[in-house]
């Protein structure tokens, strides 16, 4: 008699841990960087399983079979699954409903949201395919975690298709208020599918709020507030707070490397001046850039002391250019750097450095280690690694961490100097205080911030999720909440 295969996890993301590139000599397999590789990567090579992914290129043609590649090539600890799209799936689904449909809603912003019928049809149609590929890699004894607004229908899919898989679902980003979700014609269908998980986790309580009165309001659904369950179709899902982590010793690895700490100091040298602010984002129009610079303006209209003594370096991320708010948000951002740069450079001074570009993590680290002050303004967010990032670097217990009230992350981290980004004059002003902090002040705000992140840290926040899987099976205590105090 056979031994049983071992529990896996298979990870489904709309983009995972490679991206496929098509050249003249084949399929190039090309490790990909985003916040959830870094949480949950280093598990699957511990521990093995599927990664069931976009490989980020257009499918040759309709019926085309996803790749199946272990990885990483030369030492596999596991089996990355593409999930092939092609060019109208990724036109509708990706550039469609998921990016001019949700994510502006999720986000708050109503006047940039598209409610278009063949947009929500190619979702639907995707969402079951990622389901199909999902349930070919699961087996019975194993737990798919599924992640994000871009995959909602997958859970009730296979659901429907086997009951009794094992689900986990996170949802990464802002979860709305249910009056703003109303305005979704397809609100109940996207409730219907999250509820198909056994677990649903958010990174903050105020999310699980909005969500757990969405599904009270809208469908009806008989809800415990307080211990953060659904009772739904003969079942009980329990939805919690657990804001993602960082690797914090890797950060700290990385901050200490001479190479990293000399290419800081090149850095510094390059721009050559007293006090350096630093902000690295996507380009998109939720982070704030357009805001965060006009209030960088008003700072050196306002305080001329600061010019040739200061200077931020604006790192925009490239994203979504074949949707056009993106594309004209580009256009505003540079054009708007350009009229500062000309109204303030002098000699050799600048006052904004702009880079239109993704950077590795080592060269990322060395850009938080030269920088004095960390801006990180979005107009909202569902959390922001970027701002943990700049507190793990941080070896030295100095630098000035600015950060939205509108981000998650401002409310786990305490010792952060909190802006509003709709209020231009109001941020100049806590720029001001930000460049002129001393160290006294910057190490107690530091210490602060660091053992917080330090202590909620990735593994901290995978041992969320081993837990809250746990509790649904009845192994230990409810720990729904647990982690967003």
């Known amino acids: 008699m056979s031994q049983k295969q071992p ?10 841990s490679y991206n496929l590139q098509a050249t003249r000599d084949g399929i190039q397999v090309v490790p990909a960087i985003s916040g959830l590789v870094s949480a949950v990567e280093p598990f699957l090579r511990e521990k093995g399983g599927v990664w ?15 790749l199946r590649l272990p990885v990483p090539e030369g030492n596999p600890a596991y089996t990355f699954r593409e999930v092939p799209l092609t060019a109208d799936e990724i036109n509708l689904y990706y550039h469609g409903f998921t990016n001019s449909a949700l994510w502006p809603l999720c986000h708050y912003f109503l006047e940039k949201c598209r409610y278009e019928v063949r947009e929500w049809s190619a ?12 349930l070919e890699e699961a087996g019975e004894r194993d737990t798919v975690w599924v992640n994000d607004y871009h995959l909602a229908l997958v859970p009730a899919h296979l659901r429907h298709r086997r009951p009794q898989l094992k689900q986990f679902f996170f949802w990464h980003i802002p979860f709305p208020h249910h009056d703003l979700l109303a305005t979704l014609p397809w609100a109940t269908h996207i409730l219907r599918g999250l509820l198909g998980t056994d677990v649903l986790g958010f990174h903050l309580q105020a999310y699980v709020d909005n969500f757990l009165q969405a599904v009270a309001h809208m469908l009806g659904a008989r809800v415990d507030f307080e211990a953060g369950i659904v009772f739904w179709e003969q079942r009980r899902i329990h939805v919690g707070a657990w804001p993602m982590g960082i690797d914090y ?41 357009l805001e965060r ?4 303006e008003r700072l050196l209209e306002e305080a001329p002391e600061w010019r040739g003594r200061a200077a931020l370096i604006q790192v925009a991320v490239p994203s979504r250019t074949a949707v056009p708010a993106y594309r004209q948000l580009k256009e505003q951002v540079e054009a708007t750097v350009g009229r500062i740069n000309s109204r303030f450079s002098d000699g050799n001074y600048q006052p904004v450095y702009y880079f239109w570009r993704g950077l590795p993590r080592r060269e990322l680290v060395a850009y938080y280690l030269a920088a004095d002050v960390m801006l990180v303004t979005p107009l909202r967010d569902g959390l922001n690694l970027v701002a943990k990032e700049y507190v793990a670097s941080r070896r030295d217990q100095t630098g000035v961490l600015v950060l939205s009230r509108f981000a998650g992350a401002a409310q786990e981290l305490k010792g952060a100097v909190l802006v509003n980004p709709y209020d231009i004059d109001g941020m100049a002003m806590i720029f001001n205080t930000a460049l002129g902090m001393g160290r006294a002040e910057q190490s107690k705000r530091l210490q602060l911030l660091q053992e917080r992140v330090r202590r909620h840290d990735v593994h901290w926040w995978m041992n969320c999720f081993h837990q809250a899987m746990a509790v649904r099976e009845g192994e230990t205590g409810d720990v729904s909440g647990s982690a967003g105090s």
Do not use: H
Request: glycine fraction near 8%.
């Open 52 to 66: 069931v992914a976009w490989g980020g290129r257009e499918a040759p043609q309709e019926n085309s079979p996803g």
């Open 7 to 16: 529990a896996k996890i298979v990870m489904v993301s709309n983009r995972g």
């Open 249 to 289: 010793q890797a950060f700290q690895r990385q901050a200490a490397s001479p190479a990293t700490m000399a290419r800081a100091q090149k850095l510094r040298e390059q721009i050559g001046v007293e006090r350096l602010a630093l902000s690295v984002e996507r380009l998109d129009y939720t982070k704030g850039i």
């Open 293 to 296: 610079l006009l209030a960088w």
């Open 123 to 134: 979702y639907v149609d995707v969402n079951a395919k990622f389901a199909a590929a999902t």
